[in-house]
C-alpha cells in the first residue's frame, strides 16, 4: 500500500500539470472561435452560389444556407467530390435544392461554361460567396498560364463575378462576398513579377492574392454603386480544414504529434469559420453596406496596401486582360 502511495504521489502532479495545460487550451480554443452570426433568417426563395462549397468554410456556409432554405448551387472543382458533398448536406438538411456544378477556377474555360449552365437554369441570383483558393502551393500554373494563386483566388473568382454580374444586378438587392484574409496584411502586389516567374514564394504568392482579393472587391463595390448589389470582403480566421494539406512540415510525424495538439486550442472549427461569411452574405443590417472588410462578424481594419485605389485600378485593367474581358 505505502509503495502504491508513494506513486500516486510521484504522478499526481504531472496529471495535475497535463490537467492545467487542458484547461488552457480549452479556454483558448473557445476563445478563438470568434464571433457568430446569431441571427434567424428565413431564405426561401433565394438563390446563392458557393464556390468550393464541398470543402471545409465552404461546405458549411452551404449547410447553412440550405438549413435556411435557399436554393445553393456548389461551383467544385471535382464534379465527384462535388456530388458526395451535395448528397450529404441534402440528407442533413432535408433541402432538396442544393446543386452541385463542375467550376474549375484554374480554367476559364471552365468558368465561362459553368456561368452559362446556371444561367440557362436560373433567372436570379442573390448571393454569390467567392470561397475557393488555393493555399500555399508549389509552383504551377493554371491552364491559361497564370500562378496558381492568383489564377484561382483572383482571376478565376474575377471572371466567375462578372459574368455573373448581369443576373445580380437584376436580382438586386444581391450581395457579392469575397472571402480574403489577414494574410492580406503580408501581401504585396508585385507589378512587374506578379506570377512569380523571377522569384517565388508560396507565402508571397498567396498573401498578394488575399491582397488581390479585397483590391477587387473594394473597387467593384464603387463600379456598382447604386445598382443594389453590394461587395464585401472577410477574414475568416484559422480554421481546421484541409487548406494546408500543401505544406509539407505539416504532414511530418513532429507536427502531426506535437504541433498539431498546441495549433487545435488556436484554430476555429469549419463551422466557427465559416461564421463572418454568412454574417457578410445575410445580416439584414448589411443591405446596403458595400466596399467593407469584415472579421469575426464585425468590422476590421485593412492593411494600407488594400486602401490603394490606384492599384486597385491597375489591377482591375489587367485583370480584365488575364480573364479576356472588356467591360
Known amino acids: 500500500m505505502e509503495i502504491i502511495i508513494h ?3 510521484k504522478i499526481a502532479p504531472i496529471f495535475l500539470a497535463h ?7 480549452f479556454c483558448v480554443r473557445l476563445y478563438m472561435q470568434g464571433g457568430k452570426f446569431r441571427k434567424q433568417t428565413d431564405e426561401t426563395g433565394k438563390v446563392a452560389i458557393v464556390t468550393g462549397g464541398n470543402t471545409g468554410l465552404g461546405r458549411e456556409t452551404v449547410m447553412e444556407l440550405a438549413r435556411r432554405g435557399a436554393t ?21 438538411t432535408g433541402n432538396p435544392n442544393v446543386f452541385s456544378r463542375e467550376c474549375d477556377l484554374s480554367s476559364l474555360d ?3 461554361q459553368f456561368a452559362a449552365d446556371f444561367k440557362k437554369e436560373q433567372s436570379q441570383l442573390h448571393v454569390l460567396i467567392n470561397n475557393a483558393g ?4 508549389p509552383r504551377r500554373l493554371t491552364k491559361e498560364g497564370f500562378e496558381m494563386h492568383l489564377g484561382v483566388n483572383h482571376i478565376g473568382h474575377f471572371l466567375l463575378t462578372n459574368l455573373l454580374l448581369d443576373v445580380l444586378e437584376r436580382t438586386a438587392p444581391s450581395r457579392v462576398v469575397v472571402v480574403a484574409s489577414k494574410a492580406h496584411e503580408r501581401g504585396q502586389i508585385h507589378v512587374e513579377d ?3 516567374q523571377d522569384f517565388y514564394d508560396e507565402g508571397v504568392a498567396y498573401c498578394q492574392s488575399k491582397l488581390a482579393n479585397i483590391l477587387f472587391a473594394r473597387e467593384l463595390a464603387k463600379r456598382l454603386e447604386g445598382t443594389g448589389v453590394t461587395v464585401n470582403a472577410l477574414n475568416p480566421g484559422i480554421a481546421d480544414t484541409e487548406i494546408a494539406r500543401n505544406m509539407i512540415f505539416f504532414q511530418t510525424k513532429f507536427a502531426q504529434t506535437l504541433l498539431r495538439p498546441l495549433l487545435w486550442s488556436v484554430m476555429k472549427t469549419p463551422r466557427n469559420g465559416a461564421q463572418t461569411t454568412l454574417y457578410a452574405a445575410l445580416d439584414p443590417d448589411l443591405a446596403k453596406v458595400s466596399g467593407q472588410y469584415f472579421s469575426d462578424c464585425k468590422l476590421a481594419h485593412l492593411a494600407p496596401a488594400a486602401l490603394d485605389d490606384q492599384m486597385a ?3 482591375w485593367a489587367q485583370s480584365e486582360k488575364w480573364a479576356q474581358i472588356a467591360l
Open 194 to 196: 506578379m506570377h512569380g
Open 7 to 9: 506513486f500516486l504521489h
Open 19 to 25: 490537467g492545467i495545460v487542458g484547461i488552457i487550451a
Open 110 to 112: 471552365s468558368i465561362r
Open 72 to 92: 445553393v448551387y456548389m461551383a467544385c472543382r471535382s464534379k465527384e467530390k462535388g456530388e458526395r458533398a451535395r448528397k450529404e448536406i441534402v440528407k442533413r
Open 134 to 137: 488555393v493555399f500555399w502551393e
Open 313 to 315: 485600378n491597375w489591377l
